[in-house]
Structure formats: C-alpha cells, structure tokens
C-alpha cells in the first residue's frame, strides 16, 4: 500500500527517504497522483519474476487497488539505490510496449574454435498484455560461426508476445575471427648502419685525397733561367 504524498519539494523527498519512504508519481487515467512507497515494498515487489516489467497492485491510503507497472525511476548517483518512481496505471485486458532485457545461452560452435562472441543488443522492446510481459528473452547461440551474425529474425518470441524491433536489421550477436598480433620486425643492430656510413665516407675521402696527390705530382714544374 502506498501513501498521498500531499508536502511536494526536495526537503520532503530527503525527509520521506531517511524514513524508508520512496517518493514517487502515480499516472492514472485520470490524472497523476503523488506517493510514497516504503522501500522494503517496491525492493520486494521489483525482485519477483516480473523484474522491472512485474505488474504491481498499487492501492493509495486504502482505496481501490489499481494496476501499474514501472514507468521510470531515478537511482542514487553513488549508492545505486531507487530515490524515485514514476508508475503507469495500465488496464489488464489491454497490450502494453516494454523493453526487456536478452540473454545469450549455448555455447557458440565459432567461439570454441577461437572466435569472439559479442553481443551487440542487449534489450529488446516488445508489446504484450501487462500480465504476458516476460522479464527476459533468450537467445541460442550455438550454431554460431566465425563470421556469422544471429538477427532478432531467428529468435521466436513466447506465445502473446510481438517483437517491435526490426527482425533483419537488428543484430543479437556476432562471431568474429580472432585478432593475429604481427610480430614485430627486428631491429637493425645499433651502431650498424653508421659503421658502414662511416666506412663509405672514409673511403670517398681517401679516393678524392689519393686523386689530389696524384693532381699535384703531375703539375709541370718551373725552372728559373
């Protein structure tokens, strides 16, 4: 059961949470409520089959019991606890859109091999009556190849429960090759290449040194008369 929450404002909300007390906005069909939910409950409520998609009985200072599920919430930005809620009012009879999370199972044939398994898309969004919702989809992943790709086309979805995600273009999964690591190459040995420099240097200068004395013995010589 939750409570009006008639005082608004950021001092009330710390307030209401050093007592245990969540505050939050009720969206019914006819306009939104303001309330507050003791923690221990919406912890227990969000940990049942249903995850963040479970259908909640709501009831404000015990008046009638009204369906809602999770709409939005706010989470501390270092402890990770919920600070606050926003919950839809939904009809039973009527289909809802949610997004739920996807898990892999198998072990994929190409990562045995070596390749890399990665799962690209980790939520799917879906349309089902509030109570069909289901609180994770699975997809297998065994069959999978080097170089292949599992799409949301292969995955089949529990009966009452509509894909709205693009079944050819959305990708689950992959398996790439692993990445070969090219050895380095060596390194010439340090010193190497300026000995020989210097070598062919020496020798230039010894040939132009040689071709200068042998210039200088062949000038004519002068006698004096």
Do not use: C, F
């Not at 009527?94 to 999370?101: D, F, S």
């Not at 273009?169 to 990445?179: F, G, N, R, S």
């Not at 010193?191 to 042998?214: L, N, R, S, Y």
């Amino acid at each position: 059961m939750v409570q009006n929450r008639s005082v608004l404002g950021s001092a009330e909300s710390r307030r209401l949470r050093r007592q245990g007390l969540i505050p939050g906005v009720l969206y019914g069909r006819e306009r939104p409520v303001a309330i507050t939910i003791p923690e221990r409950s919406l912890r227990a409520a969000l940990t049942t089959s249903g995850g963040l998609n479970a259908v909640l009985d709501v009831i404000v200072d015990e008046g009638k019991a009204h369906s809602s599920v999770l709409k939005e919430y706010q989470q501390h930005p270092v402890k990770g606890h919920i600070i606050h809620v926003d919950l839809q009012e939904v009809r039973l009879d009527q289909p809802i859109r949610a997004t739920v999370p996807l898990h892999l199972h198998g072990d994929a044939a190409g990562a045995i091999e070596g390749g890399v398994l990665t799962q690209v898309t980790t939520e799917l969004n879906v349309e089902a009556l509030p109570m069909e919702v289901p609180e994770h989809l699975e997809a297998d992943v065994s069959a999978l190849q080097i170089g292949e790709s599992l799409r949301l086309s292969a995955l089949q979805p529990p009966a009452g429960v509509t894909l709205l995600d693009d079944p050819d273009e959305t990708v689950l999964a992959t398996v790439t090759a692993p990445i070969r690591e090219e050895e380095p190459e060596e390194e010439a040995v340090e010193g190497e290449g300026e000995e020989a420099a210097e070598g062919e240097a020496g020798a230039e200068e010894a040939a132009a040194e040689g071709a200068a004395e042998a210039g200088e013995a062949g000038e004519p010589g002068t006698t004096e008369g």
